[in-house]
């Protein structure tokens, strides 16, 4: 009895051990921070070291004369409440036509955008071209990053746009859910440039739509090489200060004074959100001054069809659900741009009514829209939207 106790005992020590120096050992101390933290939040800022985008002009909006008076309908509120939603703004000619807020969230509140911070990177894509820092979307990913595993495979070359397009072909694991996934580790971990290293060519570049985080972070060690700057100071100098943001946001780093996590993480509010999407709304003009070149803001918002998509229920189809780090659908009879982040963190843009749709919140529906692979909360907050908005004279 004695003997098998002690036996026990062992292999209790040895198991904890083990587990010990799993968590401790160096390469995963990710995983120790991810279990103690679990799932990304919108709130967990404080938990990474970060660069300052910095709002050097701001100004504040104008609220439409009725403002005040819109609310959300009733009739949203529960589903609203639902998804545990923050903060919802909508913008319409350039003013604020409705804004609430909720669980303590106000207008200076910082919430994670997670991966509307793709559609930033790919502004700043833009404005590297039109300064010279980079020739163009078809330039070579190899010309700033010359690595054996993105030069190319079966003769075609990775190329900007296969990033901006994710049709890298990389090997990526996505999943946020998995604790060992690429992904986790790289919103938990402290070496971006190691963990995308990894990433290699698997199939031809430009054929296959295939969303990963880290094709979009290794477009950001691209735009860093390229331009010999951080990217959060590039980001103040092109965009947040062009765009007279209110305040500063803050950009999530993997370690001090390292490489923002381009993939996501630019923490702002809701009002400052919004000013992103009306500089598309505004063909990527600012009170009338150019900020990012409307050619190429026109391109990135168009669907890039020629691109192949393995849809959920397997059927292969043209993607028509993004273009350069832009999501697109097609609601209610009216084309809408749209950046996406995980826990349903959306800013709308609607040409044909003028207006900009932001939603902040905590969570989102696990339930897509098979044809457009959006998830289905976003019909609330278009639907809400559409009912304060006017829009007669513009559809």
């Not at 990894?198 to 430009?206: A, D, F, R, S, Y």
């Not at 009216?334 to 709308?348: A, C, E, K, N, P």
Request: hydrophobic share 40%.
């Amino acid at each position: 009895m004695k003997k098998s106790k002690l036996i026990v005992s062992l292999a209790v020590a040895v198991l904890v051990m083990g587990i010990l120096i799993f968590l401790f050992w160096p390469g995963h101390l990710y995983i120790r921070r991810a279990l103690v933290h679990w799932y990304p939040k919108i709130d967990q800022y404080p938990l990474f070291e970060h660069r300052v985008v910095k709002a050097k002009q701001p100004l504040a909006w104008t609220y439409a004369k009725n403002s005040s008076q819109n609310t959300v309908d009733k009739k949203f509120i529960k589903d609203f409440e639902k998804y545990k939603t923050v903060a919802f703004l909508v913008v319409q000619h350039g003013e604020i036509l409705q804004e609430q807020y909720w669980d303590g969230y106000g207008p200076t509140s910082y919430s994670n955008s997670f991966s509307m911070a793709k559609s930033i990177v790919s502004m700043l894509v833009s404005c590297a071209i039109s300064d010279g820092y980079i020739q163009g979307v078809n330039q070579a990913v190899s010309d700033f990053l010359p690595r054996k595993e993105w030069d190319s495979y079966e003769g075609k070359p990775l190329l900007i746009k296969d990033l901006l397009t994710m049709s890298a072909g990389v090997e990526w694991n996505e999943t946020s859910t998995d604790l060992f996934s690429s992904t986790t580790e790289a919103y938990y971990g402290n070496d971006l440039w190691k963990l995308v290293k990894t990433e290699k060519l698997i199939e031809k570049p430009g054929v296959y739509f295939n969303y990963q985080s880290g094709v979009t972070q290794l477009l950001a060690f691209v735009l860093v090489r390229a331009i010999g700057k951080p990217l959060s100071v590039y980001a103040s100098e092109k965009i947040w200060t062009p765009i007279q943001a209110e305040e500063d946001a803050l950009w999530s780093l993997d370690r001090a004074d390292g490489m923002e996590k381009a993939y996501c993480c630019f923490n702002s509010n809701v009002r400052d959100f919004a000013r992103l999407g009306q500089l598309v709304l505004n063909h990527g003009r600012w009170k009338g001054k150019v900020v990012v070149d409307s050619a190429y803001l026109a391109q990135a918002t168009t669907e890039a069809t020629y691109l192949q998509y393995r849809r959920g229920d397997g059927k292969i189809v043209p993607c028509t659900m993004y273009g350069y780090q832009f999501w697109k659908l097609k609601y209610q009879g009216l084309d809408v741009t749209y950046f996406r982040g995980i826990l349903g963190q959306y800013i709308f843009v609607i040409p044909a009514l003028d207006a900009v749709v932001v939603r902040l919140g905590e969570e989102r529906s696990s339930q897509y829209n098979l044809e457009q692979d959006y998830p289905t909360d976003i019909d609330i907050w278009l639907d809400a939207a559409l009912s304060v908005l006017e829009t007669k004279r513009y559809r």
